[in-house]
């Protein structure tokens, strides 16, 4: 059972474009959540991250958007750029309980940015 | 910057051996988290533990054991490494307060011939 997809396993953009990872959860209990960028060889670093009581935020050329009507978050990358291509997880944390501070992931996004 | 640290990086072993991965940050992070990862999938988490003497099992089923003996040092112990253990270790810690966000160390790639 699969609380969080991520159905692209991979994107490819051209510099300067727009890249838009996309993610879906089933948990109505999560309420936080975050992106992270994996290079190869390396652990994966926090990118960004939403409240659901928030519907955007915004950090330099990252901003992600929540859809909690459809359990939707998307990540848009503007302008992307060649140093952008890796791997992108979303994540998800439910507040309280057993579950508070643990993270469930996405399978990952492959982002290939060109030239 | 965050300071996590995980020895060794790559270790290929025979089955039935011993081995012990390392974790250590420098942040005094309280909580500490083990997941395993392999290509293409999610990160399970298989350990993690909220302080010292605390440890819990997370959601994938593992043969692996933890301690957390200090606050900074989370090792994890296979007692005999078996091909399935093939994968990559991730090791990361998140403040008490800001415990959303975690950080990663490196990683381990244990391959058991």
């Known amino acids: 059972d699969q609380q969080v997809k991520q159905n692209s396993p991979s994107l490819s953009v051209q510099e300067g474009r727009i890249s838009i990872l996309n993610c879906d959860y089933t948990?109505?209990?999560?309420?936080?959540f975050l992106w992270y960028k994996k290079y190869p060889a390396e652990g994966p670093t926090f990118l960004i991250s939403?409240?659901?009581?928030?519907d955007k935020n915004e950090d330099g050329r990252f901003t992600v958007f929540l859809n909690k009507s459809a359990k939707h978050l998307s990540l848009h990358i503007v302008p992307s750029q060649p140093g952008d291509s890796a791997v992108y997880f979303c994540?998800?944390?439910?507040?309280?309980?057993?579950?508070?501070?643990?993270?469930?992931f996405g399978q990952g996004t492959i982002l290939t940015v060109h030239p | 910057e965050a300071d996590i640290y995980q020895t060794p990086r790559y270790l290929v072993i025979g089955t039935g051996k011993k081995i012990t991965l390392e974790c250590s940050q420098t942040?005094?992070?309280?909580?500490m988290y083990w997941y395993q990862q392999d290509p293409g999938m999610e990160l399970h988490l298989i350990h993690y533990?909220?302080?010292?003497?605390?440890?819990e099992k997370g959601d994938l089923s593992s043969e692996s054991t933890v301690s957390r003996i200090r606050t900074e040092h989370f090792p994890l112990t296979l007692e005999s490494a078996r091909p399935s253990h093939t994968s990559q270790y991730l090791c990361?810690?998140?403040?008490?307060?800001?415990?959303?966000?975690?950080?990663f160390g490196p990683g381990t790639r244990l391959t058991v011939t």
């Open positions: 939403i409240s659901s009581i928030k």
């Open positions: 948990n109505s209990m999560f309420d936080y």
């Open positions: 990361a810690s998140s403040d008490r307060l800001l415990s959303y966000e975690q950080y």
């Open positions: 533990s909220y302080g010292v003497n605390s440890t």
């Open positions: 942040m005094g992070h309280d909580k």
């Open positions: 994540a998800a944390s439910a507040r309280g309980g057993t579950s508070y501070g643990k993270l469930t």
